[in-house]
């Protein structure tokens, strides 16, 4: 084989001619890819060995227009195997395809080297590409019987499983559709077309506000209307008026009415060039928007081959379908969806086929099946992967929620299927228990919810025991406009994507209840937190009435939600996206930025972003206390108690003996949390217990007693520390009561805290 010349050599015009070089490389190698797994599958025909033979050929001519000796030796090895099989000197079986495969994989790879790196990969390979071609020259001057064809039988016989179905797609004719087609193309930077679809989506955007503005000369149009009965009411009383009044009530009338008659002209003038305006800016975006998108089947072109492969390591027979190849996807999306794909296929390969020997004994075919499709549903790009495999059982995920101690074990058992089955995202979840190269470690599902997230996506799971798995993702069609919740909070509009929030509602104070301290609402059987925009997001604003209804939106997946209350609601609007300017860096809780029709800024809510910033915040312990604005509305204040223990059952039945007096009572687990809650809330008495992890009840007592602001707050210590010294230990901090467990009861517990705040009714 003959060295290439050193890059350096090359005309300066040889690189244009290289990038041709690589997008001709990418196509003709999918090509040769997708018809060699053809051909392991089933008999060759003309039509498919043709196909072979033009794409080998094409890329051929590619390589030795650049010079690459490599790519024209491996090519030309290719188009010799074809004109053997045409010729019926060979067949086809899974040995030779291993073979070709190969032969394709570094064509491939050769087409995604740049200028300098060409003549070191030549090198690299030079001498496995003279035996692979050695190997080629063998298998053509070997007589076909000396390797066994591909079995096209469903079921091996006698359980054989050396020869494995594997993945199969159709191949394409492109090199031939393409010859015949007559479009033209023109090479357009990334770059320029995303400027160019922005200012697309601007004029969509901006085409808009004609309407608000032909609503207000609708308005302008009525009061015209009201203005024309008045004189014309006044024309009827003026005739016992002296002269000239009925005469220039005549004429104002007549030129109120000529008036009335242009304005309705220019309304519909104004309302017909509304609508072409709109209808074109509409289609210059499709239009733009076309030129990003790309069909389906150029990023899943490889996959095939990679199930196949996997397949064969794993031992199983596989047969994988691609449906809804032509589809149409945003070019970004397209690309992001590669690693969140790979790990899915990947997973069904391992955990979703079994051997061919068990699917035998479960009444199954010996080959199973995974399906990919995309297709576009209600204005969405929806990516559904299944497979016939063994399904998940939801008993299995239980006992791994439980083992890992990521909930209680009470709350897993009432649990529904899809509940569950959200688990299978988190972080480090796996259900193997051992780690083998292709799973096990957890990784890949949170890397799959990551992306989806990141577009502004869902995923949904759902399982049959025993007949499979279906996975389905819920994409946007484009990133660069969509449609959002605007929300003001502090006296700014803010925008949460649709597809990320669960609900918004309107909440009654009156359904605002503590749990552990912490403001939440009932939303059917599930416990949603309530937190305030304004405080996650550290801005503030007046507010100078309290709403007798919160606006909330809910934000979480199944198993942690939060209720975030914001100012109000703006409304749906369709927004572009304006990305910030990087030298920005990544600002916090935000994702980039819009202009609303009145060309006002508004800022994009980063949800992922957000939703941990929530849980930093409840974590911090600074959400203990409820809020002032999460409070019911103002009227007879009740008075407050804050109950600090550690006991899940004392700390509970305190709580409903105080609240069925009438009090309203929160509740802190420890010291540290009842003095994160003590100043940040308002309360009339602080219960403590003594004994408590991170800070104990006296050092409590202390710190509040300390305290400019607390020290007038009184602190009962209920302890089953009954000594006389520990009595004297806790009124010595500062304790106005010592009540001790041991003599605890409810009327006792009552009375004293009647004593040192009075009844709850005064």
């Known amino acids: 084989m003959k060295k290439s010349e050193p890059p350096k050599a090359r005309a300066v015009e040889d690189l244009s001619m290289l990038e041709l070089f690589r997008t001709e490389a990418e196509s003709q190698t999918a090509l040769l890819s997708a018809g060699l797994l053809a051909l392991e599958r089933a008999p060759a025909t003309t039509e498919q060995l043709e196909a072979l033979m033009r794409a080998a050929h094409s890329y051929k001519g590619a390589a030795r227009i650049v010079n690459l000796e490599a790519g024209i030796a491996v090519a030309h090895g290719l188009e010799d195997y074809f004109v053997a099989a045409q ?3 060979l067949t086809p079986c899974q040995a030779h395809i291993n073979i070709l495969l190969r032969g394709v994989d570094w064509l491939a790879d050769l087409g995604k080297q740049d200028d300098q790196g060409l003549v070191t990969w030549e090198q690299r390979h030079q001498a496995p590409l003279e035996q692979w071609r050695r190997e080629v020259r063998a298998i053509i001057e070997t007589p076909s019987d000396a390797f066994p064809p591909i079995k096209i039988s469903s079921v091996p016989a006698s359980g054989d499983t050396t020869h494995f179905r594997s993945a199969e797609i159709t191949p394409t004719t492109r090199s031939a559709e393409s010859a015949e087609a007559v479009e033209r193309y023109l090479r357009l930077s990334a770059e320029n077309l995303n400027r ?4 697309a989506g601007e004029t969509l955007v901006e085409s808009r506000w004609l309407r608000p503005f032909t609503a207000q000369l609708q308005r302008l149009k009525r009061q015209h209307t009201e203005l024309e009965a008045t004189l014309h009411r006044l024309q009827h009383r003026a005739p016992s008026a002296p002269s000239p009044a009925p005469q220039e009530l005549a004429s104002a009338a007549q ?15 104004l309302d017909q060039h509304e609508r072409r305006t709109a209808q074109l800016a509409n289609r210059l975006y499709l239009e733009a928007l076309r030129t990003r998108m790309r069909p389906f089947g150029d990023g899943v072109r490889h996959f095939p081959r990679m199930v196949r492969d996997l397949a064969q390591s794993l031992g199983k027979q596989v047969r994988f379908e691609i449906l809804g190849e032509n589809t149409q996807v945003d070019r970004d999306i397209l690309e992001r969806l590669e690693a969140p794909l790979t790990h899915l296929l990947r997973n069904a390969v391992d955990h979703g086929t079994e051997p061919p020997a068990l699917r035998l004994e479960q009444g199954k075919p010996a080959e199973a099946t995974i399906r990919l499709e995309a297709r576009h549903s209600a204005g969405m790009l929806q990516i559904t992967l299944t497979d016939d495999g063994p399904g998940l059982d939801a008993q299995q995920v239980r006992d791994a929620i439980n083992h890992r101690k990521l909930i209680a074990p009470s709350a897993v058992e009432k649990m529904s299927e899809p509940e569950l089955l959200q688990f299978l995202f988190l972080p480090g979840f796996t259900l193997r228990k051992t780690v083998t190269e292709i799973s096990g470690r957890g990784v890949g599902l949170d890397i799959v919810q990551t992306m989806i997230r990141s577009v502004r996506g869902s995923v949904r799971v759902s399982t049959l025991k025993g007949r499979g798995m279906r996975i389905q993702l819920q ?3 484009t990133l660069s406009v969509f449609r959002a919740l605007l929300v003001e909070i502090g006296g700014e509009p803010y925008a949460f994507p649709l597809t990320q929030i669960v609900n918004s509602l309107k909440l009654s104070r009156d359904r605002i209840l503590s749990l552990e301290g912490q403001p939440h609402f009932r939303q059917g059987d599930q416990h949603i937190g309530l937190v305030n925009a304004q405080q996650i997001l550290d801005v503030s604003f007046p507010v100078e009435d309290q709403a007798e209804e919160l606006a909330l939106v809910v934000l979480g997946a199944a198993n942690q939600r939060y209720g975030l209350q914001v100012d109000r609601f703006l409304g749906e609007r369709e927004l572009v996206v304006q990305p910030l300017d990087p030298r920005l860096g990544k600002i916090k809780d935000i994702s980039a930025a819009a202009l609303m029709d009145d060309g006002a800024p508004v800022l994009i809510v980063d949800v992922e972003d957000l939703l941990r910033s929530i849980d930093k915040f409840v974590a911090s312990g600074r959400h203990t206390a409820i809020p002032p604005a999460l409070l019911p509305a103002a009227g007879h204040r009740e008075k407050r108690i804050l109950v600090v223990e550690d006991s899940l059952t004392v700390r509970e039945l305190e709580r ?3 609240e069925a007096a009438g009090y309203a009572a929160d509740v802190a687990v420890d010291g540290m949390d009842g003095w994160n809650a003590v100043r940040a809330g308002s309360y009339d008495l602080v219960i403590t217990d ?14 509040i007693k300390q305290e400019e602001r607390l020290k007038l707050t009184p602190v009962m210590i209920v302890s089953y520390k009954d000594r006389e010294e520990d009595r004297l230990r806790g009124l010595n901090a500062g304790a106005d009561y010592y009540l001790t467990k041991g003599s605890f009861q409810d009327a006792t517990l009552i009375q004293a805290v009647a004593d040192l705040i009075g009844e709850a009714n005064q």
């Open 255 to 269: 030129q109120t009415r000529e008036l009335a008659r242009q304005l309705e002209e220019r309304l519909q003038e």
């Open 196 to 199: 160019l679809l922005a200012l």
């Open 87 to 89: 010729k019926n000197r």
């Open 690 to 703: 003594v004994d408590m992890p991170r800070l104990d009840g006296i050092e409590l007592t202390i710190l």
């Open 475 to 477: 994409l946007p069609l």
């Open 656 to 658: 409903k003996l105080l």
